[in-house]
């Protein structure tokens, strides 16, 4: 093709193909093998301290961990809502920037949807662990039975699992329709016939005729459409596992937008870390550019101001309304034993975040992935203080407790990241393009269309 | 370690000792003195029982359940081979009216501290399952304390002693016999010359005939006693004004004002339920209006009738004599020079004698019975010329037997220990060498002796300084007779045929004196009564073991004449210097006798919320001035004598007074070592209270495991107090709360709870008894650290106001059975529902143990079966549980059910009569137990019943009443007298 350069459409096909290549490289020809062996071996460690804590978990009882009367939730509950909040940076980027046609989320919709995904696997794999009788879970399902036992609909729980069932299969959807076009590219370029049939079989005989790309289309952004609410309601739905409680600390009106906001601050904090380390790793500058770490600076302060202006609310209404139990939690915030929590949320989401006000700092790898770091612990710190401060000392004095996480606990969280989340995630940028090639050169292509049409 | 590992452990050893021991046995037992030399005796010793103790400080469940279940195993023998006995219980017969799954009732009683608590005993199957008051008792009047109800997991109990054993290893009973008899005989020759008795404190009759026949054959014989919590200061007291030693019998619920110093009237102990009875009759009169209930405390520690009292000063130990000195001279008895009071203290004297001459007849002064002679002769001579005796306080001869060299009977024998001049001990039912004062060393004098014997529930110290042990039956399981506080008779009859080979006390002693097992225990009770019944013996003795008790035998309270008024009390100059240490019997497991018990170790002291453990406990000044925390290890030094424990602060305490609880510290038994052993710093002249003692840090922290980390109500209204004035024109305290949903539907009967915390001790007694009633497992010292304990009703304690003078309240907490429930609504199977009669139901077999309902309860009552808490139990003990409740899963929420399994037993009863549950019918097991009839139970839908009345008073109220969850128990607010009290 290199006789035709000259032609704005073979030019355009030149990039295209240089897209192609250079996004595809990474699953056929995988730059950097040795590190990511490395990596996939650690987080297969994980995994397997993983499945010890589940084992240990399951022979003994939840007995093991560290909850106790009047901490009944401990880790588990806050790494579920933690897991879900990140999750949603994945629908927010991919399905509402895809319905109001920013072009720029294309460098970044596939990987965040991928974070999604196993991040709704990880919330949703919680609420099972924690259960005292775990083999019964589905016993939240209505499901038909002898008995003619339904669910209790009045329950936060039940909609909890309704909102992460309904999360994990539209996340799913949206993901792999979003990934057929490129899975279609990976089978073309496979070289070895294992991967031909892998592909092949994924790519659900996909020819990219005209035909395919309009039904593509339709049920893309019909998905879309629907992943979009699920993005408020699922979180402002976990809220209310908190708010519907009677309990100090947890019953206000203001829990459900704070929590989405919370959610989505925590999951543009994860998708900045992933697309920095992604730049850095498969020397992408190219697709995944500085205007991309820009904008996703000015997304993370603007989540996290509207998330600070939820702290600030938060304690308003406690002042308030002057309630003395509510006073009381607020106090125990502030100063109680689990104060480490919650200056740890406020500062990690608040201080470190200012930087971003600055263009040098958002588009400055190093700056954004620190930032991003900081807002996932102080977020995760947020989720556990807002659990672990209002149970353990909630309305009597005299069944005030304390909670500590125990070893096997954290075990469960750590061997959870490595292997439930990391391992998958690690698995998908090694055999699937992990960047949307065809969507970004797709709107290169309009982009130069648009840029030639004035 | 496990005692299942300490025993294959020591197999090596038992094996050549065990036929070193088969081969003397066999030829001559009577040179048991030489074993004693030996070098393999006391390793036999030391290898035997100290490894037995788990040898972890913290015992958890898990090791408690496996080394239940391994004792059990070992023995080769399981509680299903228990049956009913015949001549007590006809159930194998199969009598008319017996049907299988009904509960039968059969009165008998067990003892405490040597007197009889009367029980029914709840028996499935001639399985008894449950200890419930006597209502027609004359003492208990169907209250029944903690001790009382956990006897039955002591009857249980897999650790108890199975078998006769020889210097410590398992013998046979025909070994004892032969033993026996050959000593028997060899003291016939001599009259008993160097033979010893030493039993605890005796009331029952059958006993001491026994004993005066045996002293009768033997007449250089001697029978002592030793109790280690003792009444040989009220003896001498009663000595110094009346001329011989008396017993005191309180009739509180006449006494409109009390006085009482240091004197616990209220708190635990044998006399416990029978005060609090009398106390509570008078509180609930003086509620009505007739009459007042004034209680004025004077204490060093929070006690549960300090706590109780109207107006609580607190007094340092060595300020009772001036105190009880002012008061004497202000009603004009005399007493003597005295020093100056602080201006609270003669402020309390002042008013105190005030209101104690206002109700002249009506009133009582007591001082405790641990205080010196002196004080309480002051204190009768105080009651005499106020005109009380006779009508709040009269006396009787002391029920217990008296021993020859009475209260200073166990320093007799061990002078003659010392002197050689002992040479057959035999120690029935008490332990001595852990309970004596540290200054008499028991044990070194015990070894002088050259056959030792005892007999006993569990292979406790004394047992392991004898050459024999004899196992005894557990008072449930035999056929003996014991006398209550007032004296009352109660033929103890079995509810179960004896577990392992054990033998009864009275066989033991038949044993002792030369005669083998022929007659059954029932003939030696019968024999005793025989005589005084007569013709009418056999209506006589089946009214008895009918009724619970023999009517009519306690002796009559009577008023000798005073001898002597000139008391003296000595220098009442009250300024001991330094800090004085109080030694008191534990709240939950008394002298150390319960320490084994797992519910009672289990259950919170009343004022601490301690379990598993005792400590050493400070006043917040005297922490605050050493930097002292909760937990700080400490030493205590008396004399000679030191122990190291755990501090702990206790709002409310005198300054420089430091309190200890006896009983924990035992090397031996499943209860392991737990806290420290008070017992050391005891001495003969000073059993109760020691000045002079010092405390030094040690430096290292100690876990104090309680249920409940705070106690102060930080200006929250969760106990509500109303002034008695005010309560004619009392507002009602609850309003009316507003709500979008319209009011629940109710049908009759609706169920609904009062708790008048006008009543409420705190004494547990409820507590034990749902633990009881509804299976509830216990979980050991470890997992209530961790705050996972299982107890569905807990009674709160709180203080408020300054620390070192607080006010203080008890407030038990079960479910409320809210209308407007958050449980059932956070619930996502459906395991939490609300039944048609206002019950908030748990549905175990839906609980998928989401833990929803737990968070959103803002009482925090619901418990969570963290482990499996219940497979692992010993079988002996899975046959106590009560087959009407379900036993609860692994990963499953339970809480309180207000006795569900009671409700529906009523509900049937009414529904095959054809009629309504009448009201009274439902009894919750709590309910059943309070000795004050705190807790009323019953229909809210009806108006006449007892608990809709008390909701209507006006100082019924709603516990979180802001939180609009509607609960259907609701309290009483106490009633202070403050006012009245200051004239």
């Known amino acids: 093709m290199s006789e035709a350069v000259d032609h704005p459409g073979s030019q355009r096909r030149a990039e295209g193909s240089r897209v192609t290549r250079q996004i595809m490289r990474i699953p056929t020809r995988y730059p950097g093998k040795w590190v990511w062996d490395l990596c996939f071996l650690i987080c297969l460690c994980f995994l397997v301290l993983f499945l010890v804590s589940v084992v240990i978990l399951f022979r003994n009882g939840v007995g093991v961990w560290g909850n106790t009367i009047p901490v009944n939730w401990g880790l588990a509950i806050s790494n579920y809502i933690f897991f879900v909040g990140i999750g949603h940076a994945g629908t927010l980027i991919s399905a509402m920037l895809l319905l109001l046609n920013e072009h720029w989320r294309n460098a970044l919709n596939r990987f965040a949807e991928a974070m999604t995904l196993v991040a709704v696997i990880c919330a949703g794999l919680y609420p099972i662990l924690h259960l005292g009788r775990f083999w019964r879970f589905y016993w939240m399902a209505p499901y038909p039975n002898t008995m003619d036992l339904w669910p209790q609909f009045k329950s936060p729980l039940t909609w909890d699992f309704f909102a992460v069932l309904t999360y994990l299969i539209v996340s799913f959807l949206f993901w792999y329709i979003g990934l057929v076009p490129d899975l279609a590219t990976m089978r073309d370029r496979a070289k070895k016939r294992g991967g031909q049939v892998f592909y ?86 190219e697709i995944v550019t500085d205007r991309h770490l820009d904008l996703l600076g000015q997304l993370l302060l603007a989540c996290g101001m509207m998330t600070a202006f939820g702290y600030v609310a938060e304690i308003f209404d406690a002042l308030y309304a002057g309630e003395k139990q509510d006073l009381q939690t607020l106090f ?114 309009e982009d130069q269309g648009e840029r030639q049409g004035d | 370690m496990t005692s299942e590992q300490a025993l294959s452990r020591s197999q090596p050893a038992d094996k050549t000792q065990g036929a070193e021991a088969r081969e003397r046995n066999a030829s001559v037992w009577r040179s048991l003195d030489e074993w004693l030399g030996t070098k393999s005796f006391k390793a036999l010793l030391e290898a035997e029982f100290p490894s037995i103790a788990p040898a972890a400080d913290g015992i958890n469940r898990r090791s408690l359940l496996q080394a239940m279940g391994a004792s059990l195993a070992l023995a080769g023998l399981t509680g299903c081979s228990s049956t009913a006995d015949e001549t007590a219980l006809p159930y194998v017969e199969m009598p008319e009216g017996e049907t299988q799954g009904i509960a039968r009732f059969y009165a008998t009683a067990v003892s405490l501290a040597g007197y009889a608590q009367p029980v029914f005993g709840k028996t499935y199957s001639g399985r008894p399952v449950k200890l419930e008051g006597n209502a027609s008792h004359p003492a208990s009047r169907g209250a029944i304390d903690a001790f009382t109800q956990a006897a039955l997991l002591g009857l249980y109990d897999p650790s108890r002693s199975q078998a006769p054993r020889l210097v410590g290893e398992v013998s046979s009973w025909s070994a004892w016999e032969r033993a026996t008899v050959e000593r028997a005989s060899m003291l016939d020759r001599t009259g008993g010359e160097g033979f010893r008795l030493l039993t605890g404190r005796l009331t029952s009759p059958t006993l001491q005939r026994q004993i005066s026949e045996m002293m009768a054959r033997w007449p250089q014989a001697r029978w002592h006693s030793h109790e280690p919590v ?34 616990d009237l209220l708190g635990p102990g044998p006399r416990q339920v029978r005060q609090a009875k009398g106390w509570s009759d008078r509180r609930m009169a003086a509620q009505r209006g007739e009459g007042a209930s004034l209680l004025f405390v004077a204490e060093p520690t929070p006690s549960l009738t300090g706590i109780a009292a109207g107006d609580r000063l607190i007094a340092a130990p060595a300020r009772f004599s001036v105190l009880v000195a002012n008061l004497a001279n202000a009603l004009g008895v005399e007493a003597g020079s005295v020093s100056d009071l602080s201006e609270q203290e003669r402020r309390w004297v002042q008013t ?54 009475g209260d200073r009977s166990l320093e007799a024998l061990v002078e003659d220990m010392r002197g050689g001049r002992v040479s057959t001990l035999a120690i029935l039912g008490t332990d001595p060498v852990a309970t004596a004062p540290s200054d008499l060393s028991f044990a070194e004098a015990l070894d002088r002796v050259e056959l030792r014997i005892h007999a006993g529930l569990h292979v406790d110290a004394t047992a392991n300084r004898c050459h024999w042990h004899a196992p005894l039956q557990h008072e449930l399981e035999s056929w003996t007779d014991l006398r209550a506080v007032d004296g009352t008779v109660s033929i103890v009859q079995p509810l179960v045929k004896p577990f392992w080979s054990v033998r009864s006390i009275h066989t033991v002693l038949e044993n002792l004196g030369g005669r083998l097992n022929g007659v059954g225990d029932q003939d030696v009770v019968r024999k005793t009564w025989l005589p005084d019944w007569g013709i009418a013996f056999d209506a006589n003795w089946r009214s008895a073991l009918l009724e619970g008790f023999v009517a009519g035998s306690a002796p009559r309270p009577e008023v000798p004449p005073v001898v002597n008024r000139a008391v003296n009390l000595g220098v009442a100059q009250g300024q001991g210097g330094g800090l004085t240490l109080l030694i008191q019997p534990d709240p939950t497991i008394f002298d150390g006798r319960f320490s084994k018990n797992a519910w009672l170790q289990e259950l919170p002291k009343p004022i601490t919320k301690i379990c598993w453990g005792n400590a050493v406990l400070v006043s917040p000044a005297l922490a605050a001035e050493r930097q002292w925390t909760n937990g700080d290890g400490v030493r205590v030094s008396a004399g000679d004598a030191s122990v190291e424990g ?26 392991g070592k737990l806290g420290f052993d008070a017992y050391q710093l005891r001495r003969v002249d000073a059993l109760c209270q020691i000045a002079g003692v010092t405390l030094e840090a040690t430096g290292e922290k100690q876990t104090i495991v309680t249920t409940q980390p705070q106690h102060a109500m930080d200006g929250f209204d969760f106990v509500r107090k109303v002034q008695r004035a005010e309560l004619a024109a ?54 209530v650290a961790q705050g996972r304990e299982m107890h569905w009703l807990r009674v709160d304690h709180y203080y408020e106001g300054d620390p070192d003078d607080p006010d203080m309240a008890f407030q038990p907490v079960p479910c409320m059975h809210c209308e407007q429930a958050p449980c059932e609504m956070g619930c996502p199977v459906n395991a939490a529902v609300h039944s048609y009669d206002g019950l908030n139901l748990q549905v175990y077999n839906r609980c998928i143990g989401t833990r929803t309902c737990s968070s959103y309860c803002p009482y925090k009552v619901r418990r969570f079966n963290w482990f499996d808490f219940t497979q692992g139990d010993a079988e002996s003990v899975k046959a106590m549980r009560n087959p009407e409740v379900t036993v609860r899963q692994r990963g499953v929420m339970e809480k309180c059910t207000y006795c569900i399994q009671r409700i529906e037993g009523a509900r049937i009863q009414a529904k095959k009569e054809g009629r309504e549950i009448a009201e009274g019918e439902v009894v919750t097991a709590c309910q059943a137990a309070c000795p004050t009839t705190a807790i009323t139970f019953g229909n809210v839908m009806d108006n006449q019943s007892a608990v809709s009345r008390r909701k209507a008073e006006a100082r019924d109220y709603a516990l979180l009443e802001e939180v609009n969850t509607r609960p259907r128990t609701t309290y009483l607010a106490r009633i202070l007298d403050d006012e009245a009290q200051r004239i």
């Not at chain 2, 009881?772 to 010292?781: A, L, T």
């Open chain 2, 352 to 405: 105190a004698a005030e209101r104690l001459q206002a109700y002249r007849g009506r009133a009582l002064v007591s001082v405790g019975t641990h205080l010196s002679p002196e004080m309480q002769a002051l204190a009768l001579l105080i009651n005499e010329r106020l005109g009380n005796l006779g009508q709040t306080l009269a006396f009787t001869t002391p029920i217990a037997a008296f021993p020859p060299d």
């Open chain 1, 332 to 445: 125990d915030r502030f100063t109680g034993e689990n104060a480490w929590s919650y200056w740890g949320a406020v500062i990690l989401n608040f201080l470190p975040l200012q930087l971003l006000w600055w263009k040098r700092m958002r588009i400055f790898p190093v700056t954004l992935f620190l930032i991003g770091l900081s807002v996932t612990v102080g977020m995760w710190l947020e989720r556990y203080m807002l659990l672990v401060t209002t149970l353990y000392r909630d309305y009597l004095v005299s069944s005030y407790g304390s909670y500590a996480p125990s070893f096997w606990e954290w075990s469960l969280f750590i061997g959870m990241i490595g292997g439930v989340f990391l391992l998958p995630f690690l698995l998908f940028i090694r055999f699937f393009p992990a960047i949307s090639a065809f969507e970004i050169k797709e709107s290169q292509f």
């Open chain 2, 730 to 783: 009392l507002e009602p305290l609850k309003t009316k709360q507003p709500s979008f949903y319209p009011a629940a539907e109710a049908s009759s009967p609706s169920w609904g709870m009062s708790i008048d915390l006008d009543l409420c001790i705190g004494c547990n007694a409820c507590v034990t008894a749902c633990q009881s009633e509804n299976n509830i497992p216990v979980v050991g010292k470890d997992l």
């Open chain 2, 230 to 263: 003792d009444d040989r200061a009220l003896h001498a007291a009663t000595r110094l004004v009346f001329g011989r030693p008396l017993d005191r019998h309180l009739r509180l619920d006449r006494a409109e004002v009390i006085v009482s110093f240091d004197d």
């Open chain 2, 646 to 671: 755990a501090i702990w602060i206790v709002p409310g305490q005198a300054r420089d007074t430091v309190v200890v609880h006896l009983g924990y510290g035992k090397q031996s038994g499943l209860a």
């Open chain 1, 200 to 285: 092949g079989v994924l790519a659900l005989g996909w020819r990219g005729s005209a035909r395919h790309w309009a039904r593509w289309n339709q049920s893309y952004r019909i998905t879309a459409a629907i992943a979009v609410p699920l993005v408020v309601s699922v979180h402002s739905e976990i809220s209310l596992l908190f708010a519907a409680g009677p309990i100090p600390g947890w019953t206000s009106t203001v829990f459900p937008p704070y929590f989405v906001l919370g959610a989505a601050f925590s999951g543009f904090a994860v998708v900045s870390m992933i697309a920095v380390v992604l730049r850095f790793a498969f020397r992408l500058e």
